[in-house]
């Protein structure tokens, strides 16, 4: 049965326990909802908040790679684009060839050639020497600038490495013949624009390859980022919806509470009071 005391009022106590308990359910629930996380330290739930800096360190390592990644990308586009120019140039330099293998030309048209020859001759060292990202460049194999590049490609720091090609040595045709004889040579098998040709397209091949390869890493590591997140939002994440309703019948439970408690500690006045009656 219950007692009436002035000197201890169970019915405040157990108000009191009860108001207690509630606000510090809505301590959980406003710091749930002001944070959007069900777990947002390690005092929240010891286990998940440690997986999910394990999580976090793997999604900072991705994205660390695929920025580094994209940085390969931009030298690999542009010894690509650079190739594309010199290959294109070499086109034109076969055709200035065959023009000089002609016998019947005069001193004149031949002069006319020859420095047709070297212009386009002077266009590929140009493509070649410009063919650098942020002073890097592929067809070099002379540091700083030049020289294999190799370049992390997960969290792991796993590396890919891309081959340099010695461009201003092996790219670069001779100079123009001097006679129908001379270009001649240089169209026939195993000749000098023959065996030019062959490194440039065997670069084209190579970084091309490279560069799909590149790609596709960069768009799985984007694909694992998003996994690894949504991983990571089921693990921590709070259901703001549900929060929301449970705050506001948190909230109702502490006026509640606090309306109770006021009652409670009123009863040992009107005791006292009515002794005193």
């Known amino acids: 049965m219950s007692l009436n005391s002035v000197n201890t009022n169970l019915g405040a106590m157990v108000a009191l326990q009860s108001l207690n ?16 996380y069900r777990v947002s330290d390690a005092k929240d739930d010891g286990a998940a908040f440690a997986v999910a800096q394990s999580v976090r360190a793997d999604v900072a390592g991705l994205t660390a790679a695929n920025e580094q990644l994209g940085g390969v ?8 684009a ?14 200035t060839l065959v023009r000089l293998a002609d ?17 386009l001759r002077t266009q590929i060292t ?15 194999t002379t540091p700083p600038e030049g020289g294999d590049i190799t370049t992390t490609r997960n969290e792991a720091g796993t590396t890919y490495t891309l081959t340099s090609v010695d ?13 129908a004889a001379g270009a001649q040579a240089a169209l026939a098998a195993g000749g000098d624009w023959g065996t030019i040709n062959t490194v440039i397209a065997n670069a084209l091949n190579q970084y091309g390859s490279d560069a799909r390869y590149v790609d596709a890493q960069i768009a799985y590591n984007r694909d694992k980022l998003d996994a690894l997140d949504g991983g990571l939002g089921a693990l921590i ?5 549900k929060e929301s309703a449970r705050l506001q019948a948190l909230q109702i439970r502490q006026q509640l509470g606090t309306q ?11 005791l006292l009071s009515l002794f005193q009656g």
């Open 126 to 140: 140009n493509f070649v020497q410009d063919s650098t990202y942020n002073g890097r460049t592929l067809l070099s």
């Open 237 to 241: 994440d709070a259901d703001l919806a």
């Open 73 to 80: 990308k931009g030298v690999l586009d542009t010894a690509l």
């Open 260 to 270: 109770s408690l006021s009652i409670a500690n009123q009863a040992p006045q009107s």
């Open 167 to 179: 461009g201003a040595g092996t790219m670069i045709v001779a100079a123009a013949p001097t006679d």
């Open 103 to 119: 016998d019947t030309l005069n001193t004149d048209q031949r002069a006319q050639y020859e420095a047709q020859y070297e212009a």
């Open 82 to 95: 650079g190739l594309r120019k010199v290959s294109d140039t070499m086109i034109k330099v076969r055709e």
């Open 21 to 36: 308990r509630t606000n510090e359910a809505l301590n959980t629930t406003q710091k749930r909802v002001s944070t959007g």
